[in-house]
């Protein structure tokens, strides 16, 4: 009885992990959505900033 209990436990608490992290997912997407219209990106201006250590 006790390793049955002890893997229901584990599933329990993975599924709550797994919960909280698709929270933070959902609520890293409508920040995203909210933060206004897309803007273009530049990989050679960006690769150039990382270069110099200007993040």
């Known amino acids: 009885m006790g390793s049955v209990r002890k893997t229901i436990t584990v599933a329990n608490q993975r599924a709550q992990e797994r919960n909280a992290e698709l929270k933070d997912i959902r609520s890293a997407l409508e ?23 200007r993040g």
Not at 33 to 53: I, T, Y
């Open 31 to 53: 920040d995203g959505e909210s933060s206004g219209p897309p803007r273009p990106f530049n990989s050679d201006a960006f690769k150039q900033r990382m270069s110099l250590g």
